[in-house]
């Protein structure tokens, strides 16, 4: 019977699930920002005077949002799949590992991937949301409103333009770092279970057969029966 056929399989099954659930969640807050964006825009644009003009340029954040978002549905995509492929363990045959061990090199390097992908992203994401704000202009005509009315403007409607301070943005940030700590550690356990497969299966390869030597034939049986006579 083929030997180690889901190394470390308890604690990938713990972090692969974790994995795919903070996946999930940094997916559906970035999904969540960008509606929530978009609904305060429409607020402030249609509580500005008649024949104002305002332009809320939030460009430098929707961008990097949206590389996290994306991430982090691929890093549930592929944990999950690696989740489901641990409770399919039973070998093809006695001398060939099963496909959640087999392909254990191609899951560890995916996830390695997305979650280097995944870091680069959130820091600049946090550096972002942590040091800047939207870039909010509004026009009368040709004539540009000065920042203290649009600030008085925002704090009527209860919004800000300053990134720290919207909540949604701060979970956005938040939540992906804890999926980024699960995908690392899914990262980990699958290089060390492919190393540990890899061993095994070497330790466990039977060593080639020797040839047996050819049984002498009758005519050599009478030739040494004919020596032995004549000694």
């Known amino acids: 019977m083929f030997a180690a056929t889901a190394p470390y399989k308890s604690a990938r099954l713990a972090s692969l699930f974790l994995t795919f659930a ?8 970035g999904i969540s920002a960008l509606v929530k964006s978009n609904d305060q825009k429409d607020l402030v ?8 003009t305002v332009n809320i340029d939030t460009n430098d954040v929707f961008k990097v949002g949206c590389v996290v978002t994306a991430v982090c549905a691929a890093l549930a995509v592929v944990s999950l799949v690696s989740f489901v492929l641990l409770f399919f363990t039973r070998a093809a045959t006695k001398t060939t590992a099963p496909l959640s061990t087999r392909t254990l090199p191609l899951q560890a390097i995916l996830l390695s991937f997305l979650s280097l992908w995944l870091f680069a992203s959130l820091v600049a994401m946090t550096d972002i949301v942590a040091n800047k704000q939207a ?3 509004a026009f009368i005509g040709t004539l540009q409103l000065q920042d203290s009315i649009i600030k008085a403007v925002e704090a009527q409607l209860g919004v800000t333009s300053v990134y720290r301070e919207i909540n ?6 938040i939540l992906p770092w804890i999926a980024f700590l699960f995908a690392t550690t899914s990262s980990v356990l699958s290089f060390l279970a492919a190393r540990r497969a890899r061993h095994t299966s070497t330790a466990f390869t039977p060593a080639p057969a020797r040839a047996a030597e050819p049984a002498p034939s009758v005519k050599d049986k009478e030739e040494i029966t004919v020596e032995q006579a004549q000694v």
């Open 168 to 173: 949604y943005l701060r979970l956005a940030v």
């Open 45 to 52: 644009k249609s509580q500005a005077p008649g024949g104002a």
């Open 22 to 29: 903070f996946g999930v969640v940094g997916f559906a807050m």
């Open 135 to 137: 870039k909010v202009t």
